[in-house]
């Protein structure tokens, strides 16, 4: 890039902060827009420099906007900065993206989901669960998100109204299939498993095994790579139909984990089912530091040998008093926040160098 186009750009943008108020970072190409995504970069005002050598792709756009719900994205180009200041920043200002994440639009994307989900409507997210002791990236849960502009929209916008269609499974078996491509295609170095998300009606179906085997086909992921995240949208009506099931996927391959367990949780009569691990909830996880019963009964969780996976992890702090604690795998901000698949081996190299310490959510 010219000098003079760079004098301009850095004019522009410093118009721009005086205008918003904190100076407004200028991301140059894709490698410094992933850098963002990767390093936990929120509380922003960006406004992306595009070169159209070097597109950036939108999901990694999305991912910095989710990050920061009420982030101003923009294009800055270096053919727009050369044109009258008053001019330009007129123009930016009217095209800017003000991101919300706004309930009242899923009604509005409620309309023909069955299409987008055979089509390109949905979309994921990956957020990275490590091991406490050794630090070891372990597996992603496959988190889903639903094209929708201005940013994508988050599963408590869409799903909810999926499920009142009847179309859980539906759902299911999409994002088993993209997250089935989208493993297939990480390098060797990564071959962790993938959780995704069923509720107990899909679960407890005998073709459960069957249709969840599908998906993985096509792109040849091994079933031993599928776990599945036994949600809480619909109560648990018969325990030894809900094992049945557990043990029909455990022998196929798949691990099940209990999902959101809390302090007190009425579940506690399920602890005796198969399940490969028990994610405890992030309100339990946040109260550890301050409740000695919290902390009692995840001591008293994991010398019953069960195994542990917390979510909600923001400290470096909350990370060491779970690894005292005997939790085994940790979730959270501090760790990572859910990813695009493009940026995973870049975030595992970021968190094999980074001192926990240094780590922030």
Known sequence: MLAQDEGLIGAASRAIGRLHGPAPMVLRSQSEVLSAVVGNTNGFVHILLEDAELPIQRSL??????????????PLTAMAALSEDGEFLLGLLN???LIAHDAQRAGRNSIGVKA?????????????????RTRRLVMVEALA????EPVSLTPMNFVPAMEQM?????????????AARDLSRLPGRLPIPVSVNLPVPELEKRDVVAWLGLQLKRFRLPRRRLMIELTETAPVKDRTRLGRSIRRLNA?????????????DPRQNLLHLPFASIKLDRSLVQSLPRSARARQQVRKLARRGISLTAEGVSSPGLFRL?????????????????????????WNDRWRKTPVNELKE
């Open 95 to 97: 095209g800017t993206r």
């Open 116 to 132: 987008g989900l055979s089509g390109d409507s949905l979309l994921l997210r990956y957020q990275p669960i490590v091991d406490t």
């Open 252 to 264: 196929a391959g798949h691990g099940v984990m209990l999902d959101d367990f809390l302090l007190d």
């Open 166 to 178: 009847g179309l859980s499974r539906l759902l299911a078996a999409a994002v088993t299939r993209i």
């Open 322 to 346: 779970l690894k005292n604690l005997g939790v085994e795998r940790a979730q959270g901000f501090m760790v990572g926040r859910p990813l695009p698949i493009e940026a995973l081996p870049a």
């Open 145 to 148: 998100r639903w094209r929708s």
């Open 61 to 74: 756009v999305d991912a910095l906007a989710e990050a920061s719900p009420r982030a101003i994205i923009s």
